[in-house]
């Protein structure tokens, strides 16, 4: 008795190791940004959201940002999926174009699977710091962020164009975010701290209501000539008080960057496949992410738009995409009745 019993346990045990392995996802991961960011948590929603119903095990990874995801993508094994800012993507096209060879080489093979959302731009300042608008921060010292980051790229472009001159290398940082803020507030060797993130911005969230006796958010004026300059890469946006109560009392107009979801440009047929029937999933669960996901869901739209110059849609992705679309914007069809369903006011 003792030994059936054994061997029965033996066997169930072999039927649920067996089954595990066979319904496991195949393993993927995707590259966002830091952990208090919003990269990642679009990236846990993709993982918790639309890649099991595509047999996908997604892994979310944090990084240094987009120029460091682009890297990743490229070159570290598993990585299928990353998110990346518009400016950094450009810059890579724009150094190939110019003739970077590396540059070229790197970002040739990328494509893009969605546009997502604008990512709002924060230039944050002591809250006694002689400045009130972006445009006075000239002569300034300013951390951008981490190196190979989409925040150091978007900061240090933004300075070029409303300044039309580098960033010195002598006012300029590449600490993390919450590195820079302590020594914003403490020793006072940064004057603005630029921190990149779709709001409600964690980091900005997590604050407490004190905070606002040390640090303030600096305005976008539309009207001046280096913001105009600024406004021809980037868009305006609205940092907006309701999201972050603890540190602002009327919304702060600003800039953004548009963030995009890409991948590689794959030929194998397996992996055209799944990425297809992510694309499927995707389309099939955008509802349950603008429901449960990140707030910035709501601000995505279910589309394929025109692309820039070098920007290009992976194929597989984009022919089930449009699928989805054409089935969705498809009306119902009207149920036929029979007499007798008539005749019981089943039906019309």
Avoid at 18 to 40: D, L, N
Avoid at 241 to 249: D, E, I, R
Avoid at 317 to 336: D, N, V
Wanted: glycine letters at 6%; aromatic letters at 8%.
């Amino acid at each position: 008795m003792l030994r059936t019993l054994c061997n029965a346990a033996f066997f169930a045990g072999t039927i649920v190791l067996v089954h595990g392995i066979a319904s496991a996802g195949t393993p993927y991961k995707i590259v966002t940004a830091s952990e208090r960011g919003t990269y990642i948590q679009i990236g846990r929603d993709l993982a918790k959201y639309v890649a099991p119903a595509a047999d996908i095990d997604l892994e979310v990874l944090p990084s240094a940002g987009s120029s460091e995801n682009v890297q990743r993508l490229r070159f570290e094994p598993g990585v299928k999926f990353a998110l990346v800012q518009s400016d950094v993507y450009q810059a890579y096209i724009n150094q190939g174009a110019s003739g970077h060879a590396e540059a070229a080489r790197i970002i040739r093979p990328l494509r893009v699977i969605l546009p997502l959302y604008n990512e709002e731009i924060y230039f944050i300042a002591r809250a006694d710091a002689p400045y009130t608008f972006v445009h006075e921060i000239r002569d300034a010292k300013i951390n951008v962020g981490l190196l190979r980051s989409g925040t150091a790229m978007s900061a240090t472009t933004l300075y070029r164009l409303m300044f039309d001159r580098p960033l010195p290398d002598a006012n300029i940082s590449f600490l993390s975010n919450e590195e820079a803020l302590v020594r914003l507030v403490t020793d006072k060797s940064i004057d603005v701290v630029v921190v990149v993130a779709g709001q409600p911005a964690k980091l900005l969230t997590d604050m407490k209501p004190e905070a606002r006796a040390l640090i303030k958010l600096l305005k976008l004026d539309p009207k001046h000539p280096a913001s105009q300059a600024a406004l021809k890469t980037y868009f305006p946006t609205s940092v907006r008080a309701s999201l972050h109560p603890n540190l602002l009392t009327e919304d702060v107009p600003g800039l953004a960057v548009k963030a995009f979801l890409v991948t590689y440009d794959y030929n194998q047929t397996a992996t055209q496949a799944r990425l297809a029937r992510f694309a499927r999933s995707l389309c099939e669960n955008f509802g349950t992410l603008q429901a449960e996901g990140h707030p910035k869901w709501k601000e995505v739209e279910l589309a394929m738009p025109e692309l820039g110059r070098g920007w290009a849609y992976f194929p597989p992705i984009a022919r089930e995409f449009e699928r989805c679309l054409a089935a969705r914007a498809q009306p119902a069809k009207a149920k036929s009745c029979t007499t007798e369903q008539k005749i019981l006011g089943l039906c019309e």
